[in-house]
């Protein structure tokens, strides 16, 4: 018999080990806490595949959550297709807080497909008082990506109501754009802008940039007034953090262009095109008298005793092809390299009311200093670079041919350096700006022409060729930049192609095939390997009617834009709803009387020198050129590189920075890459006027 005492004193020592094994077991079954509502409250900086992985592995509400997470998730990674179909697989019954993320990552899906309208609709839909921080910081975003840069007052709240949100990198990038939206706004919009009493830091905002738009050409002045600016709003998020670019203008300091070192190509076929822009470069240097021609010397061995090069046009190698053209806004910018058309033409009559104003690019910056000529066919551009830097060279102007324009990208000259050309991708250089007569240059202008004119249609007339498509890409990305929906083009042959139009009376039709842009194009499936590519939107199904098209911008020569606008009329009748616009291809100085009867109500563009802004240097460059108006663009480029040369510390530093030049009014971009606003001429009843 077992003592009882025994049996008490075994019972109190297994009751705390049962107790523990209940506990245990206990332990064993209970789930682990779930974590998907922490990373929906947080930033969710996780990737799609964790997760996927954790929705896969959860169940009931958190399992909603995880995927809401991933669909987000694919959206920031470009997996649009499979961010979609993800969504779609959401279940109906959602609580409040997964339903709020549902919503807000509806305007994100939209974003990333490029359907900014509906982006737009989703986000109105939305309240951001009931989102969490981070949610509101991508709400902000959302509104800030739907409006595509546009400024308006609607963005600039977006940026001011993000801000305090955003911290490190993000918070830059912010006041970054809260900036370059502010600097896109006309005068216009600035000053039919009306805002609510409370709102200072919008209120100082305004003022920073009115502070800039009046100080923009006096560097020091500049300065002086963002000093003042950030003492009267020391609370302004810009006054604590400056926008990068008038941050850099705390270190301005100006360019030397004592001794200026000029790349172009002097031999070859390109030799025409280097010395007409040597000429306009010397006349601007020499206050628009005639030019004098410049000593040359190889780049390896300065010779000071080298003959004057002979710059006129007498001594300029002759074309064997009449058709072929000189001017990067006739031609192909990307060689430069096929001789230009030497047929005499009468210049193109000055509008009646064009502003006689001289161009502030003919002023001497420093007409003392020295100019060194270098030609670019002797010797590889690095060695040509350092011969300049041994010479003295505070400035390099050119190279002027595209191959080695794309050389500057592996150069490591510390010279500042003016470039006459663009390559295909740019590099933001800080020594670097580029400076390019193009075809694409043209179109943008023409896009924006087009808008400011309330048209919202357009159709893209342009020839069957590279430059025909190098201009359709420029306008169509810069329509959609504008806010601009499609953008329809049709193609043209020769000349007797579109005289056989004209004979079998089959004219030509405002209709076209749809443009999308690279930037623009839906992601296509991916299955095995294989692309299969997105199906029509309804807007390129219906696009290709005439049912809307309300502007047409031709890319033509003259003989060609003389039978296309007939045989639009011959479709359209003679009152046609579409306004016709052309590049300044079709403007090559033989518009005699016939022509401009013919072609009454259309505009075309045309660099400010040749439309009569600054008639003493177009007598003056039509004259050494031999009213040859390519080349004679081309002479107004040399001018205008000159004032650009002379003023590159400004052009490179201060954001904004204009020069009323010959080839149109100047401005760079944040990279430098220089932009030209040109002048609109129309033809009205024989005379050509000032557009509308």
């Known amino acids: 018999m077992v003592p009882s005492k025994f049996i008490r004193s075994k019972a109190g020592r297994c009751l705390p080990v049962v107790l523990a094994a209940l506990f245990f077991a206990g332990c064993t079954t209970t789930k682990a806490p779930d974590q998907s509502t922490a990373h929906m409250q947080g930033e969710a900086t996780a990737d799609s595949a964790y997760y996927l992985q954790q929705m896969q592995q959860s169940a009931d509400d958190s399992k909603t959550t995880w995927q809401l997470l991933a669909i987000h998730a694919l959206v920031k990674e470009g997996k649009t297709q499979q961010a979609v179909d993800l969504y779609n697989q959401l279940p109906k019954e959602m609580n409040d807080e997964q339903r709020r993320e549902q919503q807000l990552l509806v305007p994100e899906i939209r974003v990333a497909q490029k359907d900014y309208a509906a982006a737009n609709a989703a986000l109105a839909k939305i309240n951001p008082a009931e989102l969490s921080k981070n949610q509101q910081a991508r709400y902000y975003q959302s509104v800030i990506d739907a409006s595509q840069n546009r400024a308006s007052l609607e963005l600039l709240r977006a940026y001011i109501a993000q801000e305090p949100i955003l911290t490190g990198p993000a918070h830059q990038k912010n006041i970054d754009g809260t900036w370059q939206a502010l600097s896109q706004m006309t005068p216009e919009q600035m000053n ?6 409370d709102e200072n830091t919008l209120q100082g905002w305004l003022d920073l940039q009115r502070v800039w738009n009046d100080n923009r050409n006096d560097p020091e002045m500049l300065k002086a007034g963002i000093k003042d600016w950030q003492t009267r709003y020391p609370q302004n998020p810009g006054a604590k953090t400056l926008p990068t670019q008038l941050s850099n203008m705390q270190n301005y300091k100006a360019a030397s262009t004592n001794k200026i070192a000029l790349l172009l190509p002097l031999s070859g076929q390109a030799a025409v095109f280097g010395r007409t822009i040597q000429q306009g470069f010397e006349a601007a240097k020499n206050m628009g008298s005639a030019p004098v ?8 061995t300065p010779d000071t005793n080298a003959q004057p090069v002979d710059t006129t046009q007498a001594a300029l190698p002759q074309p064997t092809d009449a058709n072929m053209v000189a001017s990067p806004s006739a031609a192909s910018v990307d060689d430069l390299t096929q001789q230009p058309a030497a ?3 009468q210049p193109t009559p000055v509008p009646q009311s064009a502003p006689q104003v001289q161009s502030a690019a003919t002023a001497p910056a420093n007409p003392s200093a020295e100019i060194k000529v270098y030609d670019t066919t002797t010797q590889p551009l690095a060695q040509i670079l350092a011969q300049a830097q041994q010479d003295g060279a505070t400035i390099v102007v050119g ?7 794309d050389e500057l990208a592996n150069s490591t000259s510390p010279l500042n350096i003016l470039a006459l050309n663009q390559p295909e991708k740019v590099q933001n250089r800080a020594n670097i700006c580029y400076f390019a007569l193009s ?3 043209e179109a943008r202008d023409a896009a924006g022409h087009i808008w400011q004119q309330g048209h919202r249609a357009p159709l893209l007339l342009v020839p069957r060729n590279a430059l025909g498509d190098r201009v359709t890409k420029a306008f169509a990305e810069e329509w959609m930049k504008l806010g ?4 329809l083009q049709q193609k043209f042959g020769s000349v007797a192609e579109l005289k056989q139009g004209i004979n079998s009376g089959s004219g030509i039709a405002l209709t076209g095939s749809p443009v999308t842009p690279a930037s623009a194009q839906p992601e296509g499936v991916t299955i095995g390997g294989l692309t299969i590519p997105p199906p029509p939107t309804d807007a390129q199904i219906t696009a290709g009617t005439s049912g809307g098209v309300d502007a047409a911008y031709i890319v033509a020569t003259p003989d060609e834009v ?3 606008k007939p045989m639009i009329a011959m479709r359209t009748g003679s009152r046609s709803p579409a306004q016709l616009y052309a590049s300044s291809r079709s403007s090559q100085g033989v518009n005699g009387p016939d022509f401009r009867l013919e072609m009454d109500g259309l505009q075309f563009s045309e660099i400010p020198m040749l439309a009569g802004n600054n008639p003493s240097m177009m007598q003056q460059a039509l004259s050494n050129v031999h009213n040859d108006y390519s080349l ?3 002479y107004a480029m040399g001018v205008d590189a000159w004032s650009l040369a002379n003023h590159f510390s400004q052009i490179r530093q201060v954001p904004g920075y204009q020069v009323n030049g010959n080839t149109g009014t100047l401005s760079s971009n944040p990279d430098c890459v220089i932009n030209r606003k040109l002048n609109w001429l129309q033809f009205s009843q024989g005379q050509i006027v000032p557009a509308s």
């Not at 039919?192 to 009493?197: D, E, F, G, K, R």
């Open 562 to 564: 003389a039978l296309i």
């Open 192 to 197: 039919s802008l009306v805002i609510n009493a």
């Open 439 to 441: 075809p694409e240059d």
């Open 632 to 634: 004679a663009r081309l």
């Open 293 to 300: 021609a410049q000593s040359t010397a190889p780049a390896t």
């Open 343 to 345: 047929d005499a033409a």
């Open 399 to 405: 190279p002027l041919l595209k191959n080695n324009v």
């Open 484 to 487: 601009g929906g499609t953008v």
